[in-house]
Antibody, heavy 125, light 112 residues
Framework: EVQLVESGGGLVQPGRSLRISCAASGFTFDDYAMHWVRQAPGKGLEWVSGISWKSGTIDYADSVKGRFTISRDNAKNSLYLQMNSLRSEDTALYYC??????????????????WGQGTLVTVSS | QSVLTQPPSVSGAPGQRVTISCTGSSSNIGAGYDVHWYQQLPGTAPKLLIYGNNNRPSGVPDRFSGSKSGTSASLAITGLQAEDEADYYCQSYDASLSVFYVFGTGTKVTVL
C-alpha cells in the first residue's frame, strides 16, 4: 500500500523556522517527483513546492520562494520542507503528495496521488 | 491564489445528477494542460478522483466522470449518494505563472 506520513508540525512564533518531514512507503520513492500542498484553516488548496526524482528540478510558489526549501533523501524515502521566516499566513495543514511522473513539471502537468494525512503548522506569537 | 474558478456550492437530491464547472484561461486549461479532480471528505486529506481530464483511478465509482473543453472543465456526479457530500477541487498546470500548479476555488457538494 502506498503511504505518506507527515510529521514535524507545531506551534512556532513569527519569524522562526520549522522543518517538516514526509516518510514514504509502498512505492519506488526515487522514481517520482514529490510535492508539498497546503490548506489554511477553512480555505482551499495551495501548491507550495515540488522536487523532481533526483532533485534536479525544484520549484516554489511565489508566496514561499526565498523562505522555504524543499529537499529529499532517496536513501531514506523521505521528503522535507525547511520553512524559515515564517509568517502568520503560513498557518496551514501541510500535505505531502506523490507526483505522477519523475519530473516536477510533467509534460501535461502532474496530478497528485496519494496525499498524506497532513501536519499542522501554526504560526503565532 | 486560485486561478481556476469553481462555484462555491452545488446541491442535489439522492439519485440526481450534479455538475461542477472549473473555469480557467489560455495559460492553463486552454493551453492544453490536463485537468484533475480531487474529493475531500470532511476532516480528511484530498483524494484523487479524476486524472487526465476523464480518467478514473482504480476504485473510483463510474458515477464520477470528467470532461474538458476550451478553457473549462467539468466534473459530473450521477446517481448522487449521501457519501458524495464533500468538497471538490479541480487542478491543472499554469505556464504563465511561477506557481506552476493551480487549484480551483473548491465546491461544496450537499446531498439534500
Amino acid at each position: 500500500e502506498v503511504q505518506l506520513v507527515e510529521s514535524g508540525g507545531g506551534l512556532v512564533q513569527p519569524g522562526r523556522s520549522l522543518r517538516i518531514s514526509c516518510a514514504a512507503s509502498g512505492f519506488t520513492f526515487d522514481d517520482y517527483a514529490m510535492h508539498w500542498v497546503r490548506q489554511a484553516p477553512g480555505k482551499g488548496l495551495e501548491w507550495v513546492s515540488g522536487i523532481s526524482w533526483k532533485s534536479g528540478t525544484i520549484d516554489y510558489a511565489d508566496s514561499v520562494k526565498g523562505r522555504f526549501t524543499i529537499s529529499r533523501d532517496n536513501a531514506k524515502n523521505s521528503l522535507y520542507l525547511q520553512m524559515n521566516s515564517l509568517r502568520s499566513e503560513d498557518t496551514a495543514l501541510y500535505y505531502c503528495a506523490k507526483g505522477s511522473c519523475s519530473s516536477s513539471r510533467c509534460k501535461q502537468g502532474s496530478w497528485f496521488d496519494p496525499w498524506g494525512q497532513g501536519t499542522l503548522v501554526t504560526v503565532s506569537s | 491564489q486560485s486561478v481556476l474558478t469553481q462555484p462555491p456550492s452545488v446541491s442535489g437530491a439522492p439519485g440526481q445528477r450534479v455538475t461542477i464547472s472549473c473555469t480557467g484561461s489560455s495559460s492553463n486549461i486552454g493551453a492544453g494542460y490536463d485537468v484533475h479532480w480531487y474529493q475531500q471528505l470532511p476532516g480528511t486529506a484530498p483524494k484523487l478522483l479524476i486524472y487526465g481530464n476523464n480518467n478514473r483511478p482504480s476504485g473510483v465509482p463510474d458515477r464520477f466522470s470528467g470532461s474538458k473543453s476550451g478553457t473549462s472543465a467539468s466534473l459530473a456526479i450521477t446517481g448522487l449518494q449521501a457519501e458524495d457530500e464533500a468538497d471538490y477541487y479541480c487542478q491543472s498546470y499554469d505556464a504563465s505563472l511561477s506557481v506552476f500548479y493551480v487549484f480551483g476555488t473548491g465546491t461544496k457538494v450537499t446531498v439534500l
